[in-house]
Each structure stands twice: as structure tokens, then as C-alpha cells.
T-cell receptor
Framework: AQTVTQSQPEMSVQEAETVTLSCTYD???????LFWYKQPPSRQMILVIR??????QNATENRFSVNFQKAAKSFSLKISDSQLGDAAMYFC???????????FGAGTRLTVKP | ETGVTQTPRHLVMGMTNKKSLKCEQH?????MYWYKQSAKKPLELMFV???????ENNSVPSRFSPECPNSSHLFLHLHTLQPEDSALYLC???????????FGEGSRLTVL
């Protein structure tokens, strides 16, 4: 089974600044996926960014990028030029290619200050 | 139509009631999931259906009974629930071979 740990229950960032959300995971799989999902208040969870573990290059999606450290089993999310619309719960997730084992962390609540 | 639709959005029920949550996906996916989301806890995977066949039951109490009549619809039948079952229940879908989940907005359940 996989476990995912997010050590920051809450984070705050000033608008236009950069913030990094932490995530560590544990897995016995050799091939697996890593994800960051965003859940705005009272709205559905959506994918922010994904990383296949076999890829060495860190994924980027516009203002969102990850720092994937496979040996350390660390997968942090960096949000650059933070916007008010980035305020949400952010969940880190890990899953093997067997889709029966997608696990999530407890989430980090991000507040963006104007 | 949104990709994954859940009804009802809110449900209040007594401990002796029987109710059902419904999920429908319009994305052509072949896997569907139920997750339980409680405050300050990781999402808990409850059930997984691949090609309409249940492939995972994550030690969920029998008072929760899933049903997947086809690859587009998923139900969660509820009976004799406990107050600690109050939570947001999320439905998701995906392609079996791809890990990305597409979520519905959730059904907020309150058990009195």
C-alpha cells in the first residue's frame, strides 16, 4: 500500500509571490504516478500537475512546477506568481499503474493574501 | 454536462434510513471510484470498479453497498449509518490504465 504525507496543514502566500507545498510518499511500486490536485472551496477537485516516476525531468504547467526527488520520495509543488484564484486545498496523491491503490495526503490549505 | 455528476449534493439522514448516492460520468472512462473525505484526514479510498467489476473494497463496513450497473453509473447505497459516517463522499472516474482521476463535486452526507 502507498502512503502520502503532507506536513503543512496550512500555508499562506502573498499575491504575486512564490510558495512551495511539501509532500512525501512511500511506495513499494517500481513504476507509479504522482499528482497534485486542487480543491477550491465548495468546488470539485481538479488536477494541477502530474509526474510519471520514470521521468527524471520535473513536470511544469505554466505557473506550477514540481521538485521530484525520487530517492528521497519527495514531491513538492511550487506555485509562482500566486493569484487569488490559487486559494484552495491542495492534495498530493500517489498511485501505481494498478488503479486500485491511488492514495492521497491530508491536504494543505493555501491562503493567498492580496 | 460536467464530466462527473453527483446527486444529491447534500443529504441528511437518520441512522435508520436507507438512501443512495448517485454518480454519472460522461467522459467515456472505464473505471469509477468512491472516496470518503473527512476534515483534516486523507481521502479514503472505498471502492473501485473497473469495467463494471468491483476490484477493490478497502475494508468498508457493509452498511455501505456499492453498485455499478454500467461503466457510466455508480451508486452508493446507504443503510443504518452512524454519525461518524458524516462526510463528503466523492465519486471519480478514470481510464483503467491512466492514473488521473476526474472528480465530481461530492455529496455532503450528514447522519443524525
Amino acid at each position: 500500500a502507498q502512503t502520502v504525507t503532507q506536513s503543512q496543514p496550512e500555508m499562506s502566500v502573498q499575491e504575486a509571490e512564490t510558495v512551495t507545498l511539501s509532500c512525501t510518499y512511500d511506495t513499494s511500486e517500481s513504476d507509479y504516478y504522482l499528482f497534485w490536485y486542487k480543491q477550491p472551496p465548495s468546488r470539485q477537485m481538479i488536477l494541477v500537475i502530474r509526474q510519471e516516476a520514470y521521468k527524471q525531468q520535473n513536470a511544469t504547467e505554466n505557473r506550477f512546477s514540481v521538485n521530484f526527488q525520487k530517492a528521497a520520495k519527495s514531491f513538492s509543488l511550487k506555485i509562482s506568481d500566486s493569484q487569488l484564484g490559487d486559494a484552495a486545498m491542495y492534495f498530493c496523491a500517489s498511485g501505481g499503474y494498478n488503479n486500485n491503490d491511488m492514495r492521497f495526503g491530508a491536504g494543505t490549505r493555501l491562503t493567498v493574501k492580496p | 454536462e460536467t464530466g462527473v455528476t453527483q446527486t444529491p449534493r447534500h443529504l441528511v439522514m437518520g441512522m435508520t434510513n436507507k438512501k443512495s448516492l448517485k454518480c454519472e460520468q460522461h467522459l467515456g472512462h472505464n473505471a469509477m471510484y468512491w472516496y470518503k473525505q473527512s476534515a483534516k484526514k486523507p481521502l479514503e479510498l472505498m471502492f473501485v470498479y473497473n469495467f463494471k467489476e468491483q476490484t477493490e473494497n478497502n475494508s468498508v463496513p457493509s452498511r455501505f453497498s456499492p453498485e455499478c450497473p454500467n461503466s457510466s453509473h455508480l451508486f452508493l447505497h446507504l443503510h443504518t449509518l452512524q454519525p461518524e459516517d458524516s462526510a463528503l463522499y466523492l465519486c471519480a472516474s478514470s481510464q483503467v490504465w491512466d492514473g488521473e482521476l476526474f472528480f465530481g463535486e461530492g455529496s455532503r452526507l450528514t447522519v443524525l
